[in-house]
C-alpha cells in the first residue's frame, strides 16, 4: 500500500511542477502581440526619421535596420486602427488596419511619397 501511495504522490509532484512551468512559459512570454509593419524601401532616405501616428497619437519614427532594412514595426493592440506617416511639409493619407481574428497579426503598408503639385505621403 505504501508503494502505491509514493507512487501517487510522484505523479501528482510531477503533475504540479509540470503545470508550474508551464504556466511560467505563458506568463513570461506575454500575450499575443500585434504589429504594423511600415516598408519604406521605395523612398528610402526620404522618409527615414519620418513620425509615425497611430491613432492619433505618435508612436515613433521610421528608422532602419542596418544597411537595407527599410521597414519599422509598430506594437498595437487587436482592432481597427488609423495609420499615418508624418513628413514635415508634406500632407499625409491616413490608412486603417485591423489586426486581431482573422485578419492576422501582422499588417504591412508601403510607404510612398507623391510629388506632383504637392508633396502627399500614401501608405498601401
Known amino acids: 500500500m505504501s508503494d502505491g501511495l509514493r507512487s501517487l504522490r510522484w505523479r501528482a509532484a510531477i503533475s504540479l511542477v509540470g503545470f508550474g512551468l508551464v504556466f511560467a512559459w505563458v506568463a ?16 528610402r532616405d526620404m522618409l527615414d526619421s519620418a513620425e509615425v501616428e497611430i491613432d492619433g ?36 493619407t ?9 485578419a492576422g497579426r501582422v499588417v504591412v503598408f508601403m510607404a510612398d511619397v507623391e510629388d506632383d503639385m504637392t508633396c502627399r505621403v500614401l501608405l498601401r
Open 28 to 43: 513570461g512570454t506575454g500575450s499575443t502581440s500585434h504589429t504594423v509593419q511600415i516598408d519604406y524601401s521605395w523612398v
Open 57 to 92: 497619437q505618435v508612436v515613433g519614427i521610421l528608422q532602419r535596420y542596418g544597411r537595407s532594412q527599410f521597414v519599422t514595426g509598430f506594437r498595437v493592440g487587436r482592432g481597427e486602427h488609423v495609420v499615418r506617416v508624418l513628413l514635415p511639409g508634406c500632407a499625409s
Open 94 to 102: 491616413p490608412d486603417t488596419a485591423r489586426l486581431g481574428g482573422r
